[in-house]
């Protein structure tokens, strides 16, 4: 969600060079991201030594004296890794409005006018689309096929602990609705005439919710659990014309390289963390706006995601 933020900065200083402070996860997220990113410093706060990372990375940052520095963290002890630094830090701030955080790390780094019409942006290299057309073409999927992909997992979907349930409740929408769900498009593109195909692209450790919701939709979804590659998941990514997501990481990459978004929300309001891209890429469908909202996700009917993935439906 910070790269239209670092687009921008890349753009207003033609010949700077950009370093990123960031996580693991950032790090595969930003390779490949622009050739004048030079530099990803990795800091993983997780785990007992995160003091010693601390330490590490606050050595490493102050070796070198940054012309600019902008910090997309609320949290203070950014600040103090950055503290030898005499150059001024531009920190992100709590907005007392409800604005997306895309656009709040965009503010920080600009002026409101300089920040308009920059939206989620990550690029995709034809190394990862090659991967990508070879994956569907072994399933007989072609170019002239749309294809609408499925997300049904999320991050803390494999951990067994009573803390995770709320966010289960919040990220997972139920494996029955997908399968209903693939058997409506299926039957709208049978009824029209059309060339649909759905596929889901999980990680191995995911295998077991794919396999339920392919059997439960009569096979009308197609299962890849191919070895990881980022850049050929972004590929994939962008080749659907359609996700369905609950709001996870995946749905906001598939916002970066322009894909089509039906994404569903509970717990979270979308005006804050939902897809930063132009309104026509996306519709966002809410547990709160049903009646049995303290259902979470699984308050959002199959019917209901049916009628929004028909806007972007051949």
Known sequence: ???AALK???DKWADAELHVLTSPDGKRVLKNFDDRLTKVIIYNRKGV???IE???VKKETNKIAYDEIFCFELNPGFLKILSEQRTKISQITQAKTVTNYAQRCLRVVSDKSESQDRWLYLPVKEEGKSLARQQLLEQEISESNYVVGF???FSALRKLSFRNRSTRNQKGWPAEHFANLAIMISDYAAQNNKKISIIMDLVPEDRGLGEKIVRLSN???????PPLNFERYKAILQRMDLLVSPDTGPMHIAAAVGTNLVALFAGHDPRDCGPYVPDS???ILRAEDTEHSEMGLGAITPESVFQACKTFLP
């Open 1 to 3: 969600m910070i790269t």
């Open 8 to 10: 921008l900065i890349l």
């Open 151 to 153: 997300h049904p997992s």
């Open 49 to 51: 030594k995160g003091l």
């Open 281 to 283: 890429q996306f519709r």
């Open 219 to 225: 096979k009308k979804v197609k299962l890849f659990i």
């Open 54 to 56: 601390k330490a590490r």
